[in-house]
């Protein structure tokens, strides 16, 4: 489905002069509802408002140009503070909600793991997760739809990237309680590509606890590539004190950071680190979603970063599989997810079955000026 065919066939974006009533009608018929957990508040938080406002953003438009079959679609999002815990209960307490008829929008991956396993046992849907983590892309997720590539996808894209350049030894930064699943992951993709994993070195999700260690062993190792998938709560410190003395390094940080955040505490310290991204950068007005999120922003909508346009995807996504489910039940919403077969986004055509629910491989790597600007 390309953007034509996409604003004809419901989605209004951009039709809001032709739907005369329908935000008068909207207002009295009973609301679609999808349910989301997600860290609002806590050191996480950068990325589910973002996600949150990105996906309610989307709903906006959606909702402005008639909803889904005359029905509005509402977000009831509630905080997980980037706790596992509290995620398992969040999505417990939203799918004895009859009225949520699917999830999205989580975040990182303890917590969108642990949606995902819970969302298959209830058999919902769970549209869209600010994580890559294979875990998301295999049978234990039976019922998630996934709207960005995978972190094997994003490694892949880094690591050919710099073999290309004749780097032979890579060293990488991850989150010591994701090691067991990022560290192997990573020594496949490099195997496959004639490279070497010559040191790693685990930072703490919640903070800088493990940094000097992390600096020290990455001091004692010089590779050639530095790869990094963590938050800010660590990198921010580990960043500051490391990128400005190792400048020729190259350094990629994976999709998994609040970017713009990171930007502006590591202040001209942030030249010459990139990034890879698995939506376009908004300066990419060529690709009609851009314009959209763009046009949303401007309103007031939502603030422009990658994770909100991720959010805004998502929602658009949702909204497309709410739109082809043949009945208002939670089954029917997989049966709709499923069909969705082939929504162009400009960039990228996501396309779902019963057997392919990964929508997205698009990757893309930016680089960050001395002046915190992207390029």
Known sequence: MDRRSFLVRGAGLGLASTVGGAGFALASANPLVVGQSAALTGPQSGFGVSMRDGIEAA??????????NGRPVQLLALDDQGDKAKTEANVKMLAQDHRV???TGFTTRPCSEAGAVLAAREEIALVGAFSGTPLLYGEQAATTFTTRASYEQELETIVHHYRQLGAQRFGFVHL???RATNVPLLEKILAANGGQLSVTAGVDRKGPALNAAAIATL????PDALIILANNAPLTSLLREYAPRTLLLPKVVISFVDREKLLADLGKDSAGIGFSVVVPESTRERYWVVREFLAQARAGKVVVNPVSLEGFVTGLTLAQGLRQARAETRAGVIDGMARVAGLD???????FSRNERAGSRFVDLSLATRTSSII
């Open 176 to 178: 010591e309680d994701a």
């Open 345 to 351: 986004l400009g960039y990228t055509s996501l396309r």
């Open 59 to 68: 709903l906006a438009v959606v909702n402005k140009s008639g909803g889904i």
């Open 101 to 103: 008829l699917a999830l």
């Open 219 to 222: 001091d004692a190792s010089k």
